[in-house]
């Protein structure tokens, strides 16, 4: 596995990554490989047996350094000013994105706030004419002396059939795979690093390209 990475971080450095799910479509959308998680069975969840959820599709890859970066580069993309409009972001928020740190195009987009994963979910439901997961309320509230300020809460629509981030539950849920595995495909320590990346086969801290493991 660890040969296999080296070979696709070249890969990822040249943008010459064409699996599907990594890269960028020829309409400059992310080319995200969907999963159908419509399982029915039971499974436990926080130390409880909980019944099966709703079926909904997520994203098979963790989205890229290459996705994200189109989102960063668009015209109509993170410094549209229609993504921002009524979310309380700090002045530092809305300067710049995070900085990748590892920037192949076929590794994890790190250093993503939760404002910026905000803007990249309704851009991508807007392109696609899709219905939108998220609302954003304002509330007037009392300051002083009859003075009012609007904060604004962010609410979502779990069955909206647009693009959300995932919620603990339904990440957990997927990656579980319908087994009650401790960890994404295994329930042996000490198999874990055939599944994902962990500190048994690193002294340094990175990232790694994506799908270069054994699928949970």
Same mark, same amino acid.
């Given at each position: 596995p660890i040969g296999r990475a080296a070979a696709y971080r070249v890969l990822g450095l040249l943008e010459a990554d064409d699996r599907p799910g990594v890269g960028v479509g020829a309409n400059g959308l992310p080319d995200i490989?969907?999963?159908?998680?419509?399982?029915?069975?039971?499974?436990?969840?926080? =130390?409880?047996?909980?019944?099966?959820?709703?079926p909904y599709k997520i994203a098979k890859y963790p989205i890229?350094?290459?996705?994200?970066?189109?989102?960063?580069?668009?015209?109509?993309?993170?410094?549209?000013?229609?993504?921002?409009?009524?979310?309380?972001?700090?002045?530092?928020? =809305?300067?710049?994105?995070?900085?990748?740190?590892?920037?192949f195009g076929n590794h994890p987009r790190e250093n993503v706030s939760w404002y910026d994963a905000l803007l990249f979910c309704p851009r991508l439901r807007d392109l696609c004419k899709l219905?939108?997961?998220?609302?954003?309320?304002?509330?007037?509230?009392?300051?002083?002396?009859?003075?009012?300020?609007?904060?604004?809460?962010?609410?979502?629509?779990?069955?909206?059939k647009g693009f959300r981030l995932p919620l603990e539950k339904e990440w957990e849920y997927a990656a579980k795979a319908g087994t009650e595995n401790r960890w994404p495909g295994t329930d042996d320590e000490g198999l874990l690093s055939e599944y994902a990346w962990c500190d048994q086969d690193f002294d340094y801290e990175c990232c790694e390209p994506v799908a270069t493991r054994t699928p949970n």
């Open positions: 490989a969907w999963c159908d998680v419509n399982d029915d069975h039971e499974w436990t969840y926080q =130390k409880e047996k909980r019944s099966a959820l709703p890229t350094y290459r996705q994200f970066q189109a989102f960063i580069d668009a015209p109509d993309g993170w410094n549209d000013s229609r993504w921002w409009k009524g979310l309380a972001a700090s002045e530092e928020h =809305k300067s710049a994105p995070g900085e990748q740190s590892f920037k219905p939108s997961c998220y609302k954003i309320k304002a509330q007037e509230r009392f300051v002083e002396k009859l003075a009012y300020n609007k904060d604004y809460t962010v609410d979502f629509d779990e069955n909206a």
